[in-house]
């Protein structure tokens, strides 16, 4: 489902399109017109996403070229699918060691993901 522009900075109301127009022929079509949800993303997590798609979905392919461990590129991740509203987001672990294990027994992380998260001081 498409969904509007950002938000009005002055009012807080959601901002729509009204006008179109080819910069060619100078057509010009006035209407309501909505964009989807990645619209409203900026240009450094489109870009991410964008190589999330050209490397088929392969985190430890994203990892190698972004170098960036596996913690901070599903994060990154994370934070994208939260703003698109696609991932709820998850509470803080108040036991740090089970919320590990939990995401071990899940498949969600490896043993060195898990490693590195409690070395790096990160969360997934």
Same mark, same amino acid.
């Given at each position: 489902?498409?969904?509007? $522009?950002?938000?009005? +900075?002055?009012?807080?109301?959601?901002?729509?399109?009204? *006008? !179109?127009?080819? +910069?060619?022929?100078?057509?010009?079509?006035?209407?309501?017109?909505? /964009?989807? @949800?990645? =619209?409203?993303?900026?240009?450094?997590?489109?870009?991410?996403?964008?190589?999330? $798609?050209?490397? @088929?979905?392969?985190?430890?392919?994203?990892?190698?070229? !972004? *170098?960036?461990?596996?913690?901070?590129?599903?994060?990154?991740?994370?934070?994208?699918?939260?703003?698109?509203?696609?991932?709820?987001?998850?509470?803080? +672990?108040?036991?740090?060691?089970?919320?590990?294990?939990?995401?071990?027994?899940?498949?969600?992380?490896?043993?060195?993901? =898990?490693?590195?998260?409690?070395?790096?001081?990160?969360? /997934?």
């Amino acid at each position: 489902m498409p969904h509007p $522009l950002p938000r009005c +900075p002055i009012c807080g109301n959601e901002m729509t399109i009204k *006008k !179109l127009e080819c +910069p060619n022929c100078k057509i010009t079509i006035e209407g309501e017109f909505w /964009v989807n @949800r990645l =619209a409203s993303l900026p240009q450094e997590e489109l870009e991410f996403l964008e190589l999330f $798609l050209k490397t @088929r979905g392969n985190v430890k392919e994203m990892e190698r070229i !972004l *170098k960036l461990s596996y913690p901070t590129v599903r994060s990154k991740l994370d934070n994208i699918l939260k703003k698109l509203g696609l991932l709820e987001e998850e509470e803080e +672990p108040k036991d740090k060691v089970k919320w590990i294990i939990n995401k071990l027994e899940r498949g969600e992380i490896t043993v060195q993901d =898990a490693l590195k998260i409690l070395e790096e001081g990160e969360n /997934v």
